[in-house]
């Protein structure tokens, strides 16, 4: 099977974990062109990778017929733009998280692949831990029993100097706060086990800790679907930084998944210990603190739904739910 021929857009902050990722699938795929309009950060990952050729002409990535995907680590407020050029290639697509800055322009994403035919593929990479994929298959083997009550947990810290970077923090680039950009990561995973919220009440502060434009101290609550009922909580204040926590009880059990270690007690006596692999977290000031294995899955995920016809794990439809329920709990707080 020929190798899957790839290129980045965008080498910012994410670009260095898919870069090692690419070059441990390096057997499977290979990246072609990672381009960036700035000289410097073209020249800064030559550097650190020197295998991977860059590029400052977007316009040849979309022309070249060779390139069967794409991967965009780009601002969220670009990205809109850029799944259309690429639906206009026929070139599947593997977007960093959130979609876009807004709902409709997120639809607008997941619409615009849908009617190309291209596969989009969401950066959520937690769905990856080994944890989990292991409270997945309890969910869905229904060991828990039913769903009476899933909440969640999100205590990051970022201090104001990340927010001091041109854009971060606004709604014109980013499109909101700790909820889309640090939040969306555990909503998305609490979504996938627990269903699709409803009855949202909620509170949404910007603290005296941060000078921002968007949120960074969030609490709700909600109901489920399915009749359990949750709580929300999420910032970026939290200092130095906790891992997210997941806890679903149900009348079977109770599991709690803290970062990536997933610990689960039934009432028939089992219990399950699952992860703790150590593989880091973005909870502290440094957001990128942590290994790239997860991205390595997410890519290796895309490769076999490209060539094999393997489902994705995480689809641009799965990232929509995970922004509506952020929609409605911000506008809840309104």
């Known amino acids: 099977m020929t190798k899957l021929k790839v290129a980045i857009i965008g080498l910012g902050m994410a670009a260095g974990h898919h870069a090692r990722s690419l070059l441990d699938l390096s057997d499977r795929i290979e990246c072609v062109a990672a381009y960036s309009q700035t000289a410097a950060r073209r020249e800064t990952f030559a550097a650190q990778y020197p295998t991977i050729p860059t590029t400052g002409d977007l316009d040849a990535i979309f022309a070249d017929t060779s390139i069967e995907a794409v991967l965009i680590l780009t601002p969220p407020s670009s990205h809109l733009e850029l799944v259309e050029r690429c639906a206009a290639a026929k070139k599947h697509i593997l977007l960093e998280k959130p979609l876009d800055i807004s709902f409709e322009r997120s639809e607008a994403i997941v619409r615009a692949a849908r009617q190309a035919g291209v596969l989009l ?23 828990l029993g039913q769903l009476i009550e899933a909440s969640v947990a999100i205590r990051n810290w970022r201090p104001q100097s990340y927010y001091d970077v041109e854009g971060r923090g606004t709604m014109a680039r980013d499109g909101g706060g700790v909820l889309l950009t640090q939040g969306i990561h555990t909503v998305d995973l609490l979504l996938s086990y627990a269903g699709t919220p409803k009855d949202v009440s909620s509170f949404v502060r910007t603290s005296p800790i941060h000078s921002m434009e968007t949120e960074d101290l969030v609490t709700a609550t909600f109901a489920f679907e399915n009749g359990a009922i949750g709580t929300l909580n999420a910032t970026t204040c ?3 930084g906790l891992p997210e926590r997941i806890e679903l009880l149900g009348t079977h059990g109770t599991a709690v998944l803290t970062g990536d270690t997933l610990k689960a007690a039934f009432m028939d006596g089992t219990s399950i210990t699952e992860g703790g692999e150590k593989t880091g977290s973005g909870a502290g000031a440094n957001p990128m603190a942590f290994g790239h294995e997860m991205h390595r899955a997410l890519i290796g995920n895309f490769i076999d739904a490209i060539r094999k016809g393997a489902p994705l794990r995480v689809t641009g439809e799965d990232a929509l739910k995970a922004h509506r329920f952020i929609e409605q709990i911000l506008a809840a707080g309104r």
């Not at 593929?121 to 994929?133: I, P």
């Open 121 to 143: 593929a969401m950066v959520l990479q937690n769905r990856f831990r080994a944890a989990a994929l292991k409270l997945d298959e309890i969910v869905k083997s229904e060991r």
């Open 238 to 240: 939290a200092y130095p």
